[in-house]
């Protein structure tokens, strides 16, 4: 498919139509390769606290010989639950050099989410920050965990840390009372270096991560992502940024880690970019307090690579303490996880100077497949081109590739596609082409140079009297209204349609109407894509990593 490949021909000068794993045997290269080049430098800084990629070596050494202890058969699953803190970090680099398969958790889950993700991963071990044991503690007696590791907000931050460790429990009661067999985080690492740690021989063909999709087609899934799948797509976005940096100044990168690191987005493009780069990963531990956010990038004006999500951008952008914030090193801003919508990409434009280069993935594809160049002048409304090495076809229902032009699903076919759903081969094959390209589930459209547009999630298509609506296209008319701060689209049965257009809308102004709303559609929209119902609400459901939960709209009952 699409053997023409039109994309290439609009590559940035320097940037390789493939990408060459040959001088690697597993994703443990590349940053142990940073531990022996750049032990001096900080790796990351967390709550004000750096840690140097020395220490991360030790530590993360450390804790890979602790696992050796426990005797877990080869490629046995360690979850990982864990907001953005250095133990995170510590953890899955240290269970990726011992051979083990990291399977991370989002901390913000219920007892009964992890306990499905424990089972279904089969997990032996889980290393969990003691905020969210009572989660655990709920499920506790029906798990077959073999250790639980628990650490605390600053174990790894000395004085400071007895500090942090005293107001999360006794003035911010952070930490609901739990009990169970465990054994903490330092004391894993003491017992680890102990250990005479023995590398194992790991390959490019065994497996890295078992990291779960949102449930957004189904009941989530364990996607198996081999070494080579995360090897090739750190390698993919670096020599996709080089051509944006070759001409910047900058001695050592500077990362900002906003996004969850558990969520793919932010474990590829941000901590293994960042390692890989011998770069310095500024870890945010909140970004939903955005009055603390905004203060900690005043303190860091020497942020270069600013990822994030749609809501992210827009929660900064209408702040106006945000206009104190100077990032005159900004080299690329990244917008991923969800549509970035142009009001908000041109917004941060002219606040920052720097455009947003909005880019496309999932946990399947490890996770980055298309992007925009960071060389992009300003925002284009596209996921740009496919990454070096990424096969791109777009097919209709039938499997057919459609013209160009014409909206069909986004297939796949990459290096960094995973290998399958973790025991769920029915489910691989339904999601796989006969000729190996992945089907992504979101519909797109290609123009004749290769650049990607997102119409929508093809299982959030609402269908009215015939015609295709498209979420993702309300919103962004939507949300250019005055007063409208957020809004959402889905669709709602409807007798004789059999399917209208539902908005809910958080509002920038409270003198906004429903009226007013419905006049602007009238303006804006052709009848059947405008919104029958409207819908005000304080606030939009959102996953960990920001993206806006439609499902959970849908469970609303709307009057």
């Known amino acids: 498919m699409n053997s023409e490949k039109p994309w290439l021909k609009h590559y940035p000068e320097g940037v390789p139509h493939d990408i060459d794993l040959k001088k690697y045997s597993s994703l443990v290269d590349i940053f142990e390769e940073s531990f022996r080049r750049y032990p001096n430098r900080h790796a990351l800084e967390t709550m004000g606290k750096p840690l140097t990629y020395r220490e991360l070596d030790q530590m993360s050494r450390n804790f890979a010989g602790y696992l050796q202890t426990l005797e877990l058969e080869p490629g046995s699953r360690v979850a990982i639950m864990f907001p953005n803190v250095a133990e995170y970090l510590v953890a899955m680099l240290g269970t990726l050099r011992a051979g083990l398969v990291v399977v991370n958790i989002n901390p913000l889950y219920t007892s009964r989410e992890l306990e499905y993700q424990l089972k279904d991963s089969g997990a032996s071990v889980l290393v969990i920050l003691d905020n969210f044991c009572h989660t655990y503690q709920q499920i506790e007696s029906q798990g077959a965990l073999k250790k639980v590791i628990v650490s605390s907000l600053g174990e790894l931050l000395s004085l400071k840390g007895l500090f942090i460790n005293f107001v999360a429990r006794k003035f911010k009661k952070l930490v609901p009372a739990w009990n169970f067999p465990c054994i903490k985080f330092k004391e894993s690492l003491n017992l680890g270096r102990e250990h005479a740690f023995v590398r194992p021989n790991i390959g490019l063909n065994d497996l890295a991560f078992l990291q779960y999709t949102g449930g957004t087609t189904g009941v989530s899934k364990g996607a198996m992502l081999l070494h080579k799948n995360i090897l090739a797509n750190v390698l993919q976005i670096e020599s996709w940024l080089e051509p944006g940096l070759k001409h910047a100044k900058v001695e050592q990168l500077v990362i900002l880690c906003a996004l969850p690191l558990t969520h793919i987005f932010a474990l590829t493009a941000c901590a293994l970019l960042g390692i890989r780069k011998g770069g310095l990963l500024i870890l945010v531990l909140n970004p939903k307090d955005i009055a603390g956010f905004i203060k900690l990038l005043i303190r860091h004006p020497n942020i270069n690579i600013f990822p994030a999500v749609n809501t992210l951008f827009h929660a900064l952008i209408h702040r106006p303490d945000f206009l104190r914030v100077k ?233």
Request: glycine share 10%.
């Open 327 to 559: 990032l005159p090193n900004l080299l690329v801003t990244i917008g991923g996880g969800m549509a970035v919508q142009k009001k908000t990409a041109d917004l941060w434009q002219k606040l920052t100077g720097v455009p947003i280069a909005q880019g496309y993935g999932l946990s399947e594809t490890s996770p980055v497949v298309c992007v925009n160049t960071p060389l992009v002048e300003g925002f284009n409304g596209t996921i740009g081109l496919p990454m070096p090495g990424t096969d791109i076809a777009i097919l209709d229902d039938d499997g057919i590739e459609v013209a160009n032009g014409s909206p069909g699903e986004i297939c796949i076919k990459g290096p960094q596609v995973m290998a399958g759903y973790w025991n769920q081969v029915e489910e691989t094959k339904r999601f796989t082409t006969t000729d190996g390209f992945f089907k992504s589930g979101d519909i797109g459209i290609m123009d004749d140079d290769g650049y990607i547009t997102i119409v929508d999630r093809k299982k959030d298509m609402i269908v009215v009297a015939g015609f295709k609506v498209f979420p993702n296209e309300i919103e962004d008319v939507l949300s250019r209204m005055i007063g409208v701060r957020e809004c959402a689209v889905i669709g709602t049965p409807h007798r004789k349609l059999g399917e209208v257009v539902s908005a809910y809308i958080v509002k920038e102004s409270e003198d906004l109407s429903e009226e007013q709303v419905v006049l602007y559609c009238k303006e804006q929209m052709t009848s059947y894509k405008r919104p029958r119902k409207i819908i005000f609400v304080q606030d939009l459901p959102k996953s960990n990593v920001g993206k806006i939960l439609r499902r959970e709209l849908r469970a609303l009952k709307v009057e």
